[in-house]
């Protein structure tokens, strides 16, 4: 399994990106899908996840803000991120999950400044 995370970059506060992550290799549409995120210094943490059955789960400090979901028929999960304020600069991983089967894709860097 592959996954190929994009859409990262810098933006102002308050801008928005929208991130992807494209998974080969496996039956997408089966697979839990989720977005984390590492800050400098700061443990990986998740961000938003969306279950095989297009159930979703924030974490607090983007709820809101920040929306996850997937499109099965190009094995895409996307985070749109909107209203993005200078603590949500991170290197954002996407990961899929099945039963024991866990998949990371390489981290996009995003940076909120100024």
């Known amino acids: 399994v592959q996954l190929q995370a994009s859409g990262g970059g810098l933006v102002q506060p308050g801008g928005s990106l929208r991130l992807s992550c494209a998974a080969s290799?496996?039956?997408?549409?089966?697979?839990?899908a989720s977005w984390y995120r590492q800050a400098p210094g700061k443990q990986r943490e998740l961000v938003a996840g969306?279950?095989?059955?297009?159930?979703?789960n924030y974490a607090d400090s983007v709820k809101g803000r920040f929306t996850i979901s997937r499109e099965n028929a190009v094995n895409t999960v996307y985070l749109q991120m909107n209203s993005l304020k200078v603590e949500d600069t991170a290197v954002y991983y996407c990961?899929?999950?099945?039963?024991?089967?866990?998949?990371w894709g390489q981290g996009t860097q995003v940076t909120v400044s100024s």
């Open positions: 990961n899929v999950k099945r039963w024991s089967y866990d998949f």
């Open positions: 290799g496996t039956r997408f549409s089966l697979y839990a």
């Open positions: 969306i279950t095989s059955g297009y159930s979703t």
